[in-house]
């Protein structure tokens, strides 16, 4: 947790985080970082704020939660886009089986509202994004190059983050789904179809039985994905299914057998190759890893 800044501001119910936290701004400019990081949130957490010394926006990567603000309420998975003032009220929780990971950028300056109101997001308001790695990409950037420390490290920071605002503005749904060449109905499908795929991969065996639940064609639901996406809908599956089991892996002490049934792999051995092909590491080796580092 960034020791520069009041504990209050930051939830400590986070499994890892990495922080961007330059020295806080003391010449007014437009617009600036003052912090900017991720955090691996657990299950328990609880971030509630009545108000803020700063701007921020933050994009959920993995997972899903729920997000009150100004008194709505919404649902937040997998490339949600959210924008706060300091007069902004908001809680945000996270799903107590499917924890989320989130990025987040806290910015001041003479003109923070203006960068933001030059795209789709307002203050306050949430958006959808149809290639959130692309704009968690750009976020990494805003971290790495902020603890560069070097001379320049502030201002690429900053441009990073106007970089984000204008990348948003092309990958919204609201944006792309105005343009003349992409379907507004085939947008709506994908969102449902990978919405449908992220609350049920667990039970789902294969991407042909989410296309039979949703009442669609197996060739249908993979040119959606194809058109939209760049993993196809069985490769969303497994990275969902391979991320739930890191989460367990890290936070339970069941075998890797019984991680494997509970992300909704058949097979243990299929599931141990899967999980090495993503990871880079063999499930038990993992489990056996993190428990020796907290262990100290």
């Keep these: ?9 930051f939830a400590p119910q986070v499994n890892a985080a990495q922080y961007y936290c330059p020295e806080l701004p003391r010449s007014p400019r437009p617009l600036e970082v003052v912090c900017a990081g991720w955090e691996d949130c657990r299950s328990d957490y609880d971030l509630v704020r009545r108000s803020f010394p700063w701007f921020g926006v933050e994009l959920i990567v993995r997972s899903k939660g729920w997000l009150e603000i100004e008194g709505s309420r919404h649902l937040l998975r997998t490339g949600t886009v959210f924008c706060y003032s300091p007069t902004t009220s908001l809680r945000i929780t996270a799903d107590r089986e499917h924890p989320f990971l989130k990025y987040f950028v806290i910015f001041a300056g003479t003109k923070p509202r203006h960068a933001v109101t030059r795209g789709p997001l307002r203050v306050n308001h949430v958006r959808q994004a149809l290639y959130p790695h692309e704009l968690q990409e750009i976020l990494e ?5 902020g603890n ?10 900053t441009d990073y983050l106007r970089i984000f605002f204008q990348k948003l503005h092309e990958s919204t749904e609201e944006a792309r789904g105005t343009a003349a060449e992409i379907s507004s109905r085939a947008l709506g499908s994908f969102l449902h179809a990978k919405s449908f795929l992220e609350e049920n991969f667990t039970r789902l065996t294969r991407a042909e ?7 669609m064609a197996p060739e249908t639901l993979c040119r959606l994905f194809h058109r939209f996406s760049d993993d196809s809908p069985y490769q969303l599956l497994l990275k969902l299914r391979v991320n739930l089991s890191v989460d367990l892996l890290l936070g339970t002490d069941l075998l890797v057998k019984q991680v494997a049934e509970r992300a909704g792999f058949d097979d243990p051995f299929h599931f141990s190759r899967v999980f090495k092909r ?16 907290a262990a100290g």
Excluded: N
Excluded at 141 to 145: D, S
Excluded at 278 to 293: C, D, E, L, N
């Design 278 to 293: 993503m990871q880079g590491i063999s499930p038990a080796a993992f489990q056996r890893m993190h428990k020796r580092t």
């Design 141 to 145: 950037h805003v971290i790495t190059e």
């Design 1 to 9: 947790m960034p020791t520069r800044f009041p504990s209050a501001l």
């Design 209 to 215: 039985d989410a296309s039979h639940e949703l009442g």
């Design 148 to 157: 560069r420390k070097s001379e320049a490290s502030v201002a690429l920071a």
